[in-house]
């Protein structure tokens, strides 16, 4: 079946680390987002990337960086640099810039 | 700036009852409108859509209204079921926003037995 995987789904990072959330997708989508959702809020943009090779800065992106070498993914990295990170993360793809669908998410601790 | 926003954080239901979530945007500009349902531990799933040249589009036990004198979106489910708790979500989206959606902070539908 089509459709996007995250992974880890839950994850763990110590003061000063950068970790790495991964998105991958097989449903030939140019566009895929990263998304940042805390407890009882929407969805806030991270990054987004319209076609291989680019991207564009969302919202929120400082403390955060991506790269778009594959058409099928787009991952996510948390840098030391980002000092609230725990969230919740989500990855999403579009074919038209219109309907996203979403992967289920990686929640992000801080130990 | 602009945002989409929803009226009501929660909403409580009984089985079999319909229910009626709603959203008021602010960004005139904005020509396509979606809703999203998000259950727990999941990401969110496209439900329905609405262009801005529409006023009603009908789903599967599923409504959305457009008013766009008043910049009001709503979503009605009929007969809800159990299976309809969760949360949802609006976004709009505008062709002069490179294709970005702006997301309400969606509203918790629970419904009860």
């Known amino acids: 079946d089509g459709g996007i995987t995250q992974s880890p789904k839950y994850l763990f990072r110590k003061e000063g680390q950068n970790v790495t959330l991964s998105c991958e997708q097989n449903l030939n989508h140019d566009a895929m987002y990263w998304y940042r959702q805390d407890p009882g809020q929407g969805l806030r943009l991270i990054y987004y990337?319209?076609?291989?090779?680019?991207?564009q800065k969302g919202d929120i992106a400082e403390g955060y960086s991506v790269s778009r070498e594959k058409k099928e993914s787009f991952p996510l990295t948390v840098t030391s640099a980002q000092k609230n990170p725990t969230a919740f993360y989500l990855c999403a793809s579009s074919i038209d810039l219109k309907a996203q669908h979403f992967g289920d998410g990686t929640r992000l601790s801080i130990l | 700036g602009e945002s989409v926003g929803l009226h009501l954080p929660t909403l409580s239901v009984q089985e079999g009852d319909n229910s009626i979530i709603n959203c008021a945007y602010s960004?005139?500009?904005?020509?396509?409108f979606i809703w999203y349902k998000q259950e727990s531990g999941k990401g969110p799933q496209f439900i329905i859509d609405i262009r801005s040249n529409m006023d009603k589009r009908q789903g599967q036990r599923v409504t959305v209204l457009l008013n766009k004198t008043v910049k009001h979106l709503s979503l009605q489910i009929a007969a809800t079921q159990p299976g309809d708790s969760a949360v949802y979500f609006c976004?709009?989206?505008?062709?002069?926003?490179?294709?970005?959606?702006?997301f309400g902070d969606g509203t918790t539908l629970t419904v009860k037995p």
């Open positions: 976004a709009e989206i505008s062709n002069t926003n490179a294709g970005k959606s702006t």
């Open positions: 990337s319209q076609i291989v090779n680019d991207f």
């Open positions: 960004n005139s500009a904005s020509d396509y």
